[in-house]
Structures are given as C-alpha cells and as structure tokens.
C-alpha cells in the first residue's frame, strides 16, 4: 500500500510502504527530563501524534518506541559543559535520580491532557547503559574510535557520508569556523563515552566501562536503544528540526557504521514554535512556557493542540497568545456544533471523509484537514462522523462538552427565536445565560458560546 505522506527527500519523490507485516517500526525521541518540557517541544510531540494517529487510521500497526534522556544530554551539543540533569540537582539540592523521575512523570502528565497517545514503550537512557557499552564496542572494532582525555570520541573523518541529512550545515561545521576542537581530530567528532572528572565536582551518575569510569554520550543511547527494540533499520524516525544537524546525524553515523544498513527509511522532522523573542528555550523565563503557564491564564491543553494543527509541520509556528485564544474559540464551537448533530449518518459524509483523508494523508496537511472538518459539521454531517475524525485530531470533541447540556438547550432556542426576529425573547434569553456565566457570540457560523 502506497502513500503519499512523506517527504523526506521530496526532490526524489518518495512513497511511503509499509512493510509485508503491515507494522510500523517509529522512533521518536523524547524529553531530556531536567526540567518542565515548554510548548515549543510539545508542538513536535504533537506532531509525532498525528502521524502515528494517521497510520493507524490508514490501517496500519504502530510499534513505538520514545527515550526518556535521564542521563549524558550536556549543556552543549558539542560534548562540552556540565550534564543538564546534574546540574539542576546541584541546584535544586535534590538527587539527580529524583530530578529525572520528577519530570518524567510531569511529561506523561502532560502527553495525556494533550491527548497524545503514550508509545507502546518509554525506554529510560539509565536502564541501559550495558546495551549502550556493548554498542561502542562494535564501533571500537570497526576503527571508528579514538580516546581524549575526557573520553571516547566518533572519529567522523572515517566515514564518506557523515551529516548526509543537512550536508550544507556540515560543511559549514567542518570549516572549523563555530567549533573549538581542543583534542577533538574534527569538528564534528562525537562523544560515545565521557570520563568521570577526576578534579571538580563529583558526579552522581556514573558507570564502570572498558574504558573507565564515566557516562554515554548523549547521542549513543538512541542508537542503543532503538536497534534493540525495533531491529536494525527503523521505518520512521522522527524528532524537531533542531535534532537534524548533530543528534540524528550522529545518531545515523554510530548506527549504520555497525550495521552496514539504513539507520531508517524516512525522517520526519517538526519545525520550531517560536515567539516574537525568537527561539524558545528552557533556560529563558522570557521564552519558557509551558503547560501551566497556558493553564494559569485559563487555557486547555487542547487549545495549544488546536493551534498546533492549525500550521502545517514543516512550517514555523510564531506562537501568540491572541492565536491561542482564536484556537480556544474554534474548539469550543466545535463542540458546540457536536452538541445538535444528527445520530444517524447524513448524506454527503463520505466525501467529507475523504477530503479529510486526503488532507491528512498529503504530508500531513492538518490546516487543510481541519478546514475540511469544519465544512462538514456546518452542513451537518452525524455524531458517528466528527468521532471518527477526532481520532485523528484528537481534540475531545464530543466525548467531553465543555458547555453543559441544559446552556446548550437554551442556546439552540435563542437561535430559533433570532430566525423567528423574536428580539425581545432572544435578549431575555442573552441575559439568562449570561446570568449563569456563559456569554453568546452571534457569527456568520452560528452562535459561539464562551464561560465569562
């Protein structure tokens, strides 16, 4: 079964099949747990949700796989500086084992009130490093390594198609214009294992290897991981834009210098959500928002989900809190409009279907897929349909109204009495609902219902 989802390399126009056994084999990497994730990294988990809920509405098993980076992630891509989790223990005064299982389960918190379905396994950095050692030793023995005085580093030099994803940055790295070698050979080398400092602050994670005692690389424990749970070669890999240059071309080296095979047959990579500031981040107040910032100033969860498809992925996302007030609106009106549908099925859904489809199976293409959505439940179209659809959205239409079902009641009456030019009623009707805290926005759509 053919199709036309990804994109990869479109000037080589490719076409995704599955394979003989109709499974799925996806990777997605997941949350470096040292501190709150923010909504740009909740934008590519998003992302990766749809595309797993489109191929399980194409029909297809998804076998899924998600890292938990509980250890090795330092405060620089470029192997340099202290490990992100042991540092915020040091300044928390917490353990870094506590640090790690806090926000861990504040991430599993928040993939659910996203309605982001849960990989069918969380795989924890920590829970293998002995998978991890043994991986650096094939490496070791295909030549491909060689040891500095903090640790075990990916001799780049040695292989023809190092950074085959994003070869123009690549080259730009390799001019040695951005990177301080030190005793690395290259730019671009990598670590695969980092030593314990023997001066300076003690660490709290650390391993016996081969090589002494230390800590994995970042990049090696995806590698690791993957190939142990999924095989050798994955059929999606996916993650954020900023993963392309140095975690997954990493990632893609250690990979395929041990198996000889593709480390995946497609990448799929989210584009940033960004503020007028610029680029989000964790270690900025200014640019750090995050699930309870949205929260604290009376926002669902699912109205960022909303926002999020409102933008196709490949495309950078300028975040606003006006917008997100928009994608409240309109997912809410949804959720009105569910209220008076038919039960029984309408005439014309299948073509709504398939425009939907279509939509969503074209790369992904949500913004087209929800202006779809939206045409079918003005017409009407059945219950049974804005369901199907929102397994693939995943916005909670109908299976819980935010509007109780007695405002909705009154709500539907003051329409009728606004067709009618009954004004007087339809005001006296105004002021009951406002009185029990709704306001009613008249539309060219209908009427839109909010909490005052």
């Known amino acids: 079964m053919a199709v036309k989802l990804f994109n990869t390399l479109r000037r080589k126009k490719q076409i995704f099949t599955a394979r003989p056994d109709n499974v799925i084999r996806m990777y997605t990497c997941g949350p470096t747990v040292y501190k709150s994730q923010h909504i740009g990294n909740y934008r590519t988990f998003i992302f990766e949700d749809i595309l797993k809920r489109v191929l399980l509405a194409r029909g297809y098993q998804v076998r899924h796989v998600m890292n938990i980076t509980d250890v090795g992630h330092l405060v620089s891509d470029a ?31 928040d993939i659910k009130t996203l309605n982001i379905l849960p990989p069918e396994r969380f795989t924890r950095a920590t829970a293998h490093i002995k998978d991890q050692i043994k991986l650096i030793q094939a490496i070791e023995k295909k030549g491909l390594v060689y ?67 230390g800590f994995p690389g970042w990049h ?15 059929d999606i890999h996916c993650g954020g834009v900023d993963h392309i240059q140095v975690h ?20 799929m990579h989210c584009a940033h959500l960004t503020l007028a500031e610029g680029k989000m981040a964790k270690s900025s107040p200014e640019t750090n928002i995050t699930l309870k910032t949205l929260k604290d100033r009376g926002f669902d969860p699912l ?23 928009g994608a409240r609106s309109a997912r809410l009106k949804l959720a009105s409009f569910y209220q008076a549908l038919p039960i029984k099925k309408q005439r014309g859904e299948d073509n709504f279907r398939k425009r939907i489809e279509d939509a969503v199976f074209d790369d992904l293409n949500t913004p087209r897929a929800l202006a779809a959505f939206f045409a079918a439940v003005r017409k009407p179209v059945s219950r049974s349909f804005v369901l199907w659809a929102d397994h693939i959205f995943g916005l909670s239409i109908g299976r819980r109204s935010p509007i109780p079902r007695n405002i909705l009641v009154l709500v539907k009456k003051r329409e009728s009495c606004r067709q009618k030019k009954e004004w ?3 005001d006296e009707i105004r002021d ?21």
């Open 79 to 109: 192997d340099e500086g202290e490990d992100k989790i042991e540092k915020e223990a040091r300044v928390q005064k917490r353990s870094a084992r506590d640090i790690a299982r806090f926000f861990e389960m504040e991430f599993k918190k």
């Open 424 to 426: 007087r009623a339809a």
């Open 303 to 325: 109205d960022l989900r909303y926002l999020v498809l409102g933008v196709h992925y490949r495309k950078p996302l300028l975040f606003r809190w006006e917008a997100l007030a």
């Open 147 to 213: 040891r500095t005085a903090d640790g075990i580093y990916f001799d780049t030099s040695r292989i023809s198609d190092y950074g085959k994803l994003a070869p123009k940055n690549i080259r730009g790295i390799r001019s040695g214009a951005r990177v301080a070698l030190k005793e690395k050979r290259n730019p671009t080398d990598f670590a695969l294992w980092k030593f314990s400092p023997a001066h300076g602050p003690h660490r709290q994670m650390e391993w016996r290897s081969p090589w002494g005692i």
């Open 248 to 267: 997954h071309s990493c990632e893609i080296a250690q990979s395929e210098a041990v198996t000889g095979k593709p480390s995946a047959r497609f990448w």
């Open 220 to 234: 090696i424990e995806c590698s690791a991981m993957s190939m142990k749970y999924l095989g050798p070669t994955l």
């Open 432 to 452: 009951l609902l406002a009185r029990q805290g709704f306001r009613v926005k008249d539309t060219k759509d209908g009427p839109v219902i909010h909490r005052i």
